[in-house]
């Protein structure tokens, strides 16, 4: 297991990032999406981390023939071939989720596995809906935990299902289904999550439309009737990842980060929005749109306030973990609330947030669906990933102001393969064994 060492930063910088690791939501999606086209489709700036390259493997193992460069290059299989051995997710769940309603509808026999902390997160979310349209998924705990075994059949139900949580793994899972189903099929979820998935089936021609309506975002799916028109598509940067830069100009007053061509969609930017509420200065500039908004983020340091994030969680999700560590350094007390979600994550965020702040000297009390953080000052201390690449990456901010260790930090790579390298060009980092 590797650790960090991270050097606490004495002034304050100004820096322009372009190499932000390319978006991990798009990637994954443009890998598999590219099998339901017949012809070959392009993607310029595949993110090439852990989570979306065991997505594109399993691209292959489905028989597409992908040439691999600066341009990844994916000819789909005339019919999707049936692997002779496990598909491994590796640490994704998104991976693990979108292929459980990709595969559903397709004839043959598919095993879904993944690295430990993958094996322990809930699956029954999309086996459920799934298997009440006729879908044959099994597993541990009766299809909860993977390995997951899916005996796919081409006769799956239309359906009308009300997700009781916004997930975007779960809508991108049923969209996935229905696109085989008999008829059309309709999907909703309490607020819209991130909306990829009809953003990118839509530009390659799928008729899949969507409405608010009594307050819930609706989603109707057609069944597809041909192939659908290949991608290409070059992936912006990811707002997820751009965020710990954007936490750590925030953090140190005086500091600014230009954070370019990233994902402006707004349900990926909720969390600068709050860093700006706390007192940051955060401007948005968007250059194109292609299939998203796409742009450049400026966020420059001031003194930051104490906030209440209890809204949009879906919108800032995997954000929680970096904006804690501004929270921390805030003035007064900051409360997240609704985000139970966090549990069933790469690791218990809200445990492993509120473990390694305590250990950072931070007061910070536990609730079920979130915690309350008092901000103060910083200590150096040993953090814990717990496998969990957005834990490590967070607290290897908190280090700018503090110095910190950060052991098993191998799970970085799964997200964000150049994260140290452009940490070096604020301070200094050493990595170890
Ligand atoms: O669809 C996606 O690409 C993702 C959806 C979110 O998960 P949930 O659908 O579980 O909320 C998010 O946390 C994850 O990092 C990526
Ligand atoms: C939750 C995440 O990803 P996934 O669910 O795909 O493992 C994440 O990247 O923070």
Known sequence: MSRLKIAPKKDSFNIEIAEIAPDKSISHRAAMFSLLSDKPSKIRNFLKAEDTLNT????????????????????????????????????????????????????????????????????????????????????????????????????????????PIASAQVKSALILAGLRAKEASSYSEPELSRDHTERMLRGMGANIKSEYRHGKYFVEIEPLKAPLEPLDITIPSDPSSAFFFAVAAAIMPGSCVLLKNITLNPTRIEAFKVLQKMGAKVEYMQKENIYEPIGDIRVCGEKLQGVEVSEHISWLIDELPALAIAMAVAEGVSRVKNAKELRVKESDRIKSVVENLRKCGISVEEYEDGYEIRGGKLQKAVIDSYGDHRIAMSFAIAGLLAGMEIEDIECIATSFPNFVELLQKITEVERGD
Do not use: H, W
């Open 56 to 163: 594109l493997q399993i691209v292959k193992k489905l028989g597409a023939k992908v040439e691999e460069g600066d341009v990844i290059k994916i000819e789909p299989p005339k019919n999707i071939v049936e692997p002779d051995d496990v598909l491994d997710c590796g640490n994704s769940g998104t991976g693990m989720r979108l292929y459980c309603g990709f595969l559903a509808g397709v004839e043959g026999f598919f095993v879904l596995s993944g690295d430990k902390y993958l094996r322990n997160r809930p699956m029954a979310r999309v086996a459920k809906p799934l298997r009440s349209i006729g879908a044959k998924i099994d597993g541990r705990e009766e299809g909860n935990k993977a390995p997951l075994a899916i005996r796919g059949n081409t006769y799956l139900e239309s359906f009308f299902y009300e997700s």
